[in-house]
């Protein structure tokens, strides 16, 4: 039995970890792993790696991930795609492990409608996956960002200033919620619930009246400001992403202007995305790695391997990508106990 691997879409801690726990399950069937280089651009180039012991060993703890990756979406140009179906057959794989997120396993779900034998492995720092609870990448990202956060309280508090953390996450508010609840934030803007500035006002000033006078304000990337999202650039990926940044410069003029308040802004960007996983991460990513071979020795194909409660299952890859996983209102309102 020969494997394909490929990691797609943003890096993000874990994915070193989820191709090595293939690489040593398909050795224990007595299978053979070969890695894609560079997501599905690989496979429309036919560039491959071997994968074997040797080759991930010493790689558990590394960020990013050894066979590279890219946003690239065959079904944009029919010759890539059919260059991709050619080398599958070329490659003689007998089935391909696709390590992504809506993107990568958007284009998993259609080839694996046309025939093609497939299983995905949910991955990104957004948690924004349906059909899974969580995503390998997201623990680490909210980690770094608290750290963040819990560091940026006490120059704030020095300075008596505003502080605005700009979080990623895209269309999701998962990273700003969770980082902001562990970290203490005073408010936390997320892009399912429109910004309204007097509350963002009000907040700050209330704080003041009871002898606090700096704030923490954490705000998702794609947090909408009168109904918009703050855009970095026009310029829409191959799979029409824009891309986002600048809300919190935005928000931070806001503020400055309706309270007074010296305000400052922190953008974390690439930064909740570098790295080593934390346990949590790597725990996840390695169950999810093993369990990803043993749905293709069952013949189980077309499905994404997930997280439900503390159980590793099997979902239709279809249904994971069908509609993003965004914050639900309930668990927004518990973080409102904690504002102001
Ligand atoms: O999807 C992961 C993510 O980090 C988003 O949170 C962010 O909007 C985007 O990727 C950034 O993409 P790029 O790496 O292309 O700048």
Not at 85 to 90: D, G, L, V
Request: hydrophobic share 45%; with cysteine.
């Amino acid at each position: 039995m020969k494997i394909g691997v490929l990691t797609g879409g943003g890096d993000c801690p874990g994915l070193n970890p989820v191709i090595r726990a293939v690489v040593r399950t398909s050795l224990r069937e007595g299978y053979h792993a070969i890695g894609i280089r560079n997501g599905w651009k690989g496979l429309v180039d036919n560039e491959t790696q071997p994968l074997d012991l040797t080759a991930v060993s010493g790689i558990l703890h590394r960020g990013g991930t050894i066979l590279g990756t890219s946003r690239t979406n065959p079904y944009k140009e029919p010759v890539k795609l059919e260059a991709l179906k050619a080398n599958f057959k070329k490659l003689g794989l007998d089935a391909l492990i696709a390590i992504g997120g809506e993107d990568t396993l958007g284009v998993a779900s259609k080839l694996s409608k046309e025939g093609f034998k497939i299983v995905g492995v949910p991955k990104t720092i957004d948690n924004d996956l349906s059909g899974t609870d969580f995503t390998f990448g997201f623990d680490t990202a909210v980690n770094i960002a608290m750290e963040a956060i819990d560091r940026l309280h006490t120059t704030a508090e020095s300075h008596r200033r505003i502080m605005v953390v700009e979080v990623m996450g895209r269309h999701a508010g998962w990273i700003a919620l969770h980082s902001g609840i562990a970290g203490g934030a005073d408010l936390i803007l997320i892009p399912e619930i429109p910004i309204k500035m007097s509350d963002v006002v009000a907040v700050i000033k209330k704080r003041a009246e009871r002898g606090k006078n700096f704030s923490i304000i954490v705000v998702a990337e794609g947090a909408k400001f009168d109904g918009s999202e703050v855009l970095l650039e026009q310029k829409l990926d191959d799979f029409g992403h824009v891309r986002l940044g600048g809300i919190g410069d935005l928000l931070a003029a806001k503020i400055e202007q309706g309270t007074g308040f010296e305000t400052r802004v922190a953008v974390l960007g690439h930064i909740q995305r570098g790295g080593t996983a934390s346990a949590f991460d790597r725990m996840l990513a390695t169950r999810f790695g093993v369990k990803a071979v043993e749905l293709i020795k069952i013949g189980q194909f077309g499905q994404m391997v997930a997280l439900r409660g503390n159980e590793i299952v099997s979902v239709a890859i279809e249904k994971a990508v069908g509609a993003l996983k965004l914050v639900d209102p309930q668990a927004y309102e518990l973080a409102k106990t904690f504002f102001g």
